[in-house]
């Protein structure tokens, strides 16, 4: 990610020109999410994965200080300290402002600046390494005080800990709310996108329509991180397999049409059904960045044609995969 030109209202933002990029999410690192310690073991699946990613062309790494609680991010900075030279390569993003299992809350939200500084330099602390190039901010808090936002970000760029900014899960509005206070521009916004999870879709074309009602998503969000540069990044981006072959319980008439028709596709062109199914999303023209969390390096590899995927899709190709996800007809 890097800062574009101001766009046509003045306020700068990501240049959604540049070249389409997948992004590795390492929430899956680290083992599982007990206060049990990491091993050796894991340390190394980890450096397996992130070799897996730059062999795909991927060097964008995508953390939150609570994944694994702590542990994806204390693996990776392993990884770090054990490479020479692998820093100067990567480029890394963490998220902050979502509390576990503290004051006697399952979770809560904390976008405070008090909040983000300890935080923030807690993740540094396990990544071991002196800055991040992205800060995301992990969900809406109802408590947030733009102001205080923009306080803690600013001081945490002013000191190089924080090269750029980003949000995740939040609405156009939201972003808009905090772009008021905040000096740097937002760049990205991490949202759930895929051909299962399909509700940022659904929404354009459902206006004015009986079944919108279905879909929750705030219409207008992904023409407003359009407008500004936000960069998309589509977490959940494989659907967990669901159409590449990760067995279902019982998969619905949709789920199996989608899987054949990912997996005629991907033979048609000499390609992954992984391909396929990451290149749907980058196909949109909203530059869509997935974020892929497997952390199988025989899987991660199998996505590294999805730009030359999305390059080849065809409209009707598109459409058809869309409309096999959906179970019925576009209105």
């Known amino acids: 990610m890097r800062p574009a030109p101001k766009d ?31 091993s050796s073991a894991h ?53 902050c402002g979502i509390r576990l299992g503290e004051q006697g809350l399952e979770a809560y939200y904390d976008l405070s600046r008090d909040g983000i500084l300890s935080r923030v330099n807690e993740s540094l602390a396990r990544l071991r390494t002196d800055y991040v190039d992205v800060l995301m901010l992990h969900r809406p808090d109802p408590l947030m005080d733009p102001a205080e936002v923009a306080s803690a970000v600013g001081q945490l760029m002013a000191e190089g800990k924080v090269r750029a900014v980003g949000v995740s899960n939040m609405s156009g509005p939201q972003i808009e709310m905090l772009q008021d206070r905040l000096e740097a521009p937002v760049v990205g916004n991490q949202l759930e996108m895929s051909l299962l999870k399909r509700a940022w879709l659904e929404s354009t074309v459902l206006v004015n329509h009986a079944e919108g009602t ?25 659907a967990r ?72 899709m065809t409209r009707a190709e598109w459409y058809g995969l869309w409309v096999a996800a959906r179970g019925s007809n576009i209105p």
Not at 9 to 37: F, H, I, K, R
Not at 45 to 57: Q, Y
């Open 241 to 312: 397999g669901l159409y590449t072959g990760a067995p279902a319980a019982v998969p619905t008439p949709a789920e199996e049409a989608t899987s054949a028709l990912v997996t005629a596709l991907a033979a048609a062109k000499g390609t992954t059904g992984e391909a396929i199914v990451l290149g749907w999303l980058m196909r949109h023209p909203a530059g869509i960045a997935p974020v892929i969390g497997t952390a199988n390096p025989d899987r991660i590899l199998a996505c590294a044609g999805a730009a030359e995927a999305a390059a080849a």
């Open 214 to 238: 279905d879909y929750s998503f705030p219409h207008g969000t992904v023409e407003h991180c359009v407008r500004k540069g936000i960069r998309l990044q589509a977490y959940g981006s494989l």
């Open 43 to 95: 340390v190394d699946e980890a450096a397996a994965a992130v070799e897996a990613a730059m062999s795909a062309g991927i060097t964008l790494f995508d953390h939150a200080d609570i994944y694994t609680n702590g542990k994806a991010e204390a693996v990776f900075g392993e990884v770090l300290a054990r490479t020479p030279g692998l820093r100067e390569k990567i480029r890394l993003q963490t998220k």
């Open 8 to 38: 046509s209202t003045g306020t700068p933002g990501l240049d959604v020109s540049l070249p389409q990029e997948l992004v590795y999410g390492c929430m899956g690192l680290g083992g599982n999410w007990s206060a049990e310690p990491y």
